[in-house]
């Protein structure tokens, strides 16, 4: 077929693609060329026209994790896979699947978009093969025989006894008896010689989407509401861009991360979010904190470079602090990073660039002054842990008086990774590190002179 051209196929992700991409005289010719029933079936060749995350990967597995922001196409991805299950070669052929499993989290949740919805089992099946809806009986009945039967999350029971070689389960992570209701199914998943299930669902961090991913025999494919922009209205893309873009419940619903969170954290995301500004008040000072890795190679720990600004008039009480920017880099030379926190200092008017030199001692202070002879400077030393230093700060930002601008979701990461145990993240809390410092020279150390008592003269 023309759609195989190795002129244009390497660099495009689906059929839909070249047909869109090639001239209209190749586009004319192609569709010419088929015959009157593959052109009214080309609409149901679902490979023709899936993006990459929507087909299953290849290999021996048993789950199939789709996850992906709104709007990305993970309905789609899930009723096609359905299809390709219970469908075979002609409309009264089995299939792979004969008896499957519809879970959403509630009977009308699974009815309303998984069976009837736009990117549902309906809409996406021919005609000689669409099934039939079983309102009494709350399933569907191909020509084939195949059935799917559908199940609500708030009912974990109703699935103890039914059995399946197939199961379709939408937006896990919101399902208010996941636990329960993720192991009845898992029981009833046991007919045929490789029983599978598909799983589409926006992330959030739950411990049974954890749990999953973290299993052998799961698989993933994953992408953001951008990878579906061509069949979604430019105006929704628009506002939620506008609204969301650079905030945790952005990557979460726009880009389709699992956004962890550490039990016994010392930040929330729901905490992190309240606290998130547009606009800066004038600032009275501000700082840029840096904390250096002990290397400079590819694989060594990133060095947090943040920049916090302060308004501190009046009382310690009443002192706010604004968190700037995270300009941290990974695995770069010392004089690279140097330059990055010069460049930070320049660029924000700070008053003073704060580094902490436990690890380079002299040498750090050295490599910022080759950049720039004259920067404000302040050598920090640590003789406390990471935690004793970090839980003051995390204080301040439980009474209100820390704010976030946008753009800071990797800093916002470490943070909810870090516990009173210690940082339960991978490598080394360096963005919070740099944080800490920052807001300890622009209001932990300052509030503690403040209140010093004053001896009187006699």
Known sequence: MIMRSTLMRPVLKSGADWIACAPSGIRAAFLESLSEGALLSLPYLFEFWALPHQMPPEGAWRSWVVMGGRGAGKTRAGAEWVRAQVEGARPLDMGRARRVALVGETVDQ?????????????????????????????????????????????????????????????????????????????????????????????????????????????????????????????????????????????????????????????????????????????????????????????????????????????????????????????????????EAAIDATKRHGADRLVAEVNQGGDLVESVVRQVDPLVSFRAVRA???????????????????????????????????????????RGSPDRVDALVWAIHDLMIAPAARWRRPRVRSL
């Open 110 to 338: 699974v009815r309303e978009v998984m069976v009837f919805g736009e990117s549902g089992l309906l809409a996406c099946s021919p005609p000689d093969r669409r099934p039939k809806w079983e309102a009494t009986r709350k399933r569907l009945v191909w020509p084939n025989g195949a059935v799917a039967q559908v199940f609500s999350a708030h009912d974990p029971e109703s699935l103890r006894g039914p059995q399946f070689d197939a199961a379709w389960a939408d937006e896990l992570a919101k399902w208010k008896r996941a636990e329960e209701t993720w192991d009845m199914l898992q029981f009833g998943l046991r007919l045929g010689p490789a029983p599978r299930q598909c799983i589409t669902t926006t992330p959030r961090n739950v411990g049974v989407l954890r749990s999953l991913l973290a299993n052998p025999s799961t698989v993933v494919t994953h992408a953001p509401t951008e990878a579906n922009r061509a069949n979604l209205a430019d105006s929704f893309l628009e506002e939620v861009r506008a609204r969301y873009a650079g905030t945790r419940l952005g990557r979460q619903e726009l880009d389709g991360v699992l956004l962890e969170e550490a039990e016994g954290a010392l930040w929330r995301l729901a905490g992190l979010e309240k606290l998130r500004v547009r606009d800066v008040p004038l600032l009275d000072r501000v700082v840029v904190a840096v904390d250096p890795p002990v290397s400079g190679h590819k694989g060594s720990d990133a060095c947090g470079i943040v920049v916090v600004g302060a308004v501190t008039k009046g009382e310690p009480k009443d002192w706010r602090a604004y968190v700037l920017e995270d300009a941290s880099l990974q695995g770069v030379a010392p004089v690279r990073w140097a």
């Open 383 to 425: 003789s406390r842990g990471k935690v004793v230093r970090a839980e003051p700060v995390a204080a301040l930002y439980e009474q209100g008086r820390v704010y976030h601008l946008r753009g800071l979701a990797a800093l916002e990461d470490q943070m909810c990774r870090m516990t009173a145990r210690g940082y339960e993240g």
